[in-house]
């Protein structure tokens, strides 16, 4: 299975800051990578596909890049809304791999 | 809109067998889309059960390809989930989503399965 480590585990952040999440996988995913954002008691919710493709409806502020085994995600401004847990998730081959989630913070 | 929900019972005997369902609404189950279930076990990360393509064709994550089945019927619209041999590691939060350029778009609710 491809391992998928995202960095860091846990982030405190302010509202209006720039956040950026990595994530790595332990071979290359080309740019099969999904992102995900999941608040409490909730259904995860697809942020980026394809590893920088904005899903519909998703604001601007969110955007995704990287290509083979590093990825990342970058909050551009932070808002109340985004604080939450966000997990990587690769897509290149079976079985679908997730990484541990990145847990976003008020500070 | 595609809406998907997950029905099925919250409690489930160990060694027992796990049985769910999705009911897909507002769109084909017949669509050019995979359609899966991934789970949370309670306050830890998502995982990747497996998936199902309208013609009946699967892929299963190897971890659990010995006690999963996951089929399709049609005519309802729906999508299953079958789990055997479950234990107290089983318990979760089971999701169905709709896969689409290989990210899962659309997710039901989850329903928690608790194994006692």
């Known amino acids: 299975d491809i391992q998928m480590t995202q960095s860091p585990s846990s982030v405190s952040a302010s509202v209006g800051d720039r956040v950026t999440i990595t994530c790595r996988a332990s071979?290359?995913?080309?740019?099969?990578l999904a992102w995900y954002q999941q608040k409490t008691g909730k259904a995860p919710k697809l942020l980026i596909y394809a590893a920088s493709s904005l899903q519909s409806g998703v604001p601007s502020r969110f955007s995704g890049s990287g290509s083979g085994t590093d990825f990342t995600l970058t909050i551009s401004s932070l808002q109340p809304e985004d604080f939450a847990t966000y997990y990587c998730?690769?897509?290149?081959?079976?079985?679908?791999?997730f990484g541990q989630g990145t847990k976003l913070e008020i500070k | 809109q595609v809406q998907l929900q997950e029905s099925g019972p919250g409690l489930v005997k160990s060694s027992g067998t796990l049985s769910l369902t999705c009911v897909v609404s507002g769109g084909s189950i017949s669509s050019s889309n995979w359609w899966s279930w991934v789970r949370q076990p309670p306050g830890k990360g998502l995982e990747w059960i497996g998936e199902?393509?309208?013609?009946?064709?699967?892929n299963y994550t190897p971890s659990l390809k010995s006690r999963v089945t996951i089929s399709v019927d049609k005519s309802k619209n729906v999508f299953s989930l079958k789990l055997t041999s479950v234990t107290a590691a089983d318990t979760a939060m089971y999701f169905c989503?709709?896969?689409?350029?290989?990210?899962?778009?659309?997710w039901g609710q989850g329903t928690l399965v608790t194994v006692s």
């Open positions: 071979q290359d995913v080309s740019t099969w």
């Open positions: 989503a709709r896969v689409w350029a290989r990210g899962m778009d659309e």
């Open positions: 199902i393509y309208h013609s009946g064709d699967t």
């Open positions: 998730q690769q897509a290149n081959r079976y079985p679908y791999t």
